[in-house]
Nanobody, 119 residues
């Protein structure tokens, strides 16, 4: 069974930075890609970006390009989401997810970490 555990969320001010981490574990943890999503209060969960596990190829939602960066450390089974120039509208629960294919749904999800940005 695959487990994903996010950490690094918190309360920050607009303009600040945060780095979220997502550590994967389990005997079958061998994702093709890892994704980050966020869900703001009262809204649907949205895609932030993703990274392929072995090639490190990234893609981002237009709304975060230039501000958020995804990276990974394969040796630590960890993927990161660097959040820069945070805005109040970035306030959300951030989730990481693991997918075994290059397309389709992500099979595994973390429990989420809260990011709150005060203006």
């Amino acid at each position: 069974q695959v487990q994903l555990i996010e950490s690094g969320g918190g309360l920050v001010q607009a303009g600040d930075s945060l780095r979220l981490s997502c550590e994967g574990s389990g005997r079958t943890f061998r994702p093709y890609r890892m994704g980050w999503f966020y869900q703001a209060p009262g809204k649907a969960r949205e895609f932030v970006g993703s990274i392929t596990w072995f090639g490190g190829v990234t893609r981002y939602a237009d709304s975060v390009k230039g501000r958020f960066t995804i990276s990974r450390d394969n040796a630590q089974n960890t993927v990161y989401l660097q959040l820069n120039s945070l805005k109040a509208e970035d306030t959300a629960v951030y989730y990481c997810a693991a997918g075994s294919r290059s397309y389709g749904e992500y099979e595994y999800w973390g429990q989420g970490t809260q990011v709150t940005v005060s203006s």
